[in-house]
């Protein structure tokens, strides 16, 4: 019996069978098949694919090379898992016929909803591991490596959802008291992502439940420090709050709540200057002095909790 075929696209491409990996060719056989296994299970266009491949200037012989990538890619997967035919031609362009859980992004998305019923059902803990192993399939950024414009924003966008789901997790271990366990993991978040609110709110609930108000209101001051320098904008509601909540001593603030959408500037208590942020459009030497700064802190915070 023939072993499945394993495609892994949460960080650089990678196919495996039977614990080998498999040799996929030319780059723009390897951004092919990238965008063939995000849209696994739905055929797509030639015009997306010619897209990711030549970005804004395609040849005129663009469809013909697409043609020859996709032949080439359908004999190197026929040869793994013996499918005659394991990437299907449509009228508007082609569909990997490669099931959801042989792919870590199907396995990712078949987990968080998993998450979601959990808790649902009132099974917190259930749902925590869940997300976590979710969360572990991620080795990186989808198609790192890969030189096409239109992977990398589909990738800042799935960037996004892995983003969303870590908050998630990150509320539900608060929930259940596991403020010590995360305050590590959260810092080292908050130093990859210092203009995520929600995760600075959470950084600070946890230092407070776990009796370190100063350290609480530390990262406030550095988040709203950077804020200041580099968009002009106070935090929002939520860190501001939750401020006050700390200086009061609280007994008990509230989890940060999910963050409604909302525009820039409009009831959210934001002071927007638009020709400071078009400044700092320019200033990435100086954004990159003050990001490392900010990330000295956060680094002096997760060596203190080891």
């Known amino acids: 019996m023939t072993e499945p075929v394993e495609y892994r696209i949460l960080g650089p491409l990678e196919v495996q069978q039977s614990g080998t990996f ?6 723009r056989q390897r951004i092919l098949l990238t965008m063939l296994l995000l849209e696994a299970g739905r055929p797509v266009p030639f015009d ?9 200037s395609p040849p005129a012989s663009a469809r013909t090379q697409v ?9 190197r997967l026929a040869s793994l898992d013996g499918d005659p035919d394991p990437i299907e031609t449509h009228h508007a362009g082609y ?21 979601g019923e959990a808790v649902a059902d009132g099974r917190p803990e259930d749902a925590v591991r869940l997300r976590r192993t979710a969360l572990g399939l991620w080795r990186g950024p989808v198609g790192a490596g890969l030189d ?13 959802e892995q983003l969303l789901v870590l908050e998630e997790r990150f509320d539900l271990e608060l929930a259940l008291g596991l403020h010590r366990d995360v ?26 439940r776990s009796g370190r108000q100063a350290d609480a209101l530390r990262v406030f001051q550095a988040t709203r420090h950077l804020f200041d320098r580099e968009l002009g904008i106070e935090p929002g509601a939520e860190l501001r709050a939750l401020q006050q909540a700390v200086l009061c001593g609280d007994d008990g ?14 009831g959210a208590g934001y002071r927007l200057d638009l020709d400071r942020l078009r400044r700092v459009e320019h200033e990435n030497a100086r954004l990159r002095s003050d990001l490392a700064a ?11 909790d080891g």
């Open 183 to 208: 305050v590590g993991e959260l810092a080292a978040a908050v130093a990859e992502n210092p203009f995520r609110e929600r995760l600075c709110a959470q950084l600070m609930l946890a230092f407070y």
């Open 253 to 266: 603030p509230r989890r940060p709540a999910r963050p409604e959408p909302q525009l820039v500037g409009v």
């Open 22 to 27: 498999v040799e996929l060719g030319s780059p």
């Open 148 to 160: 096409s414009e239109l992977v990398r924003t589909l990738s800042t966008k799935l960037a996004e």
């Open 95 to 115: 569909l990997l016929r490669a099931p959801a859980e042989a792919t870590d992004f199907g396995r990712f998305r078949r987990l968080v909803r998993q998450a």
């Open 48 to 56: 997306r694919l010619i897209d990711a491949i030549w970005n804004d």
């Open 67 to 75: 043609r020859i990538c996709v032949s080439a890619l359908r004999r």
């Open 294 to 304: 900010f990330r000295q802190v956060v680094t002096s915070w997760r060596e203190t």
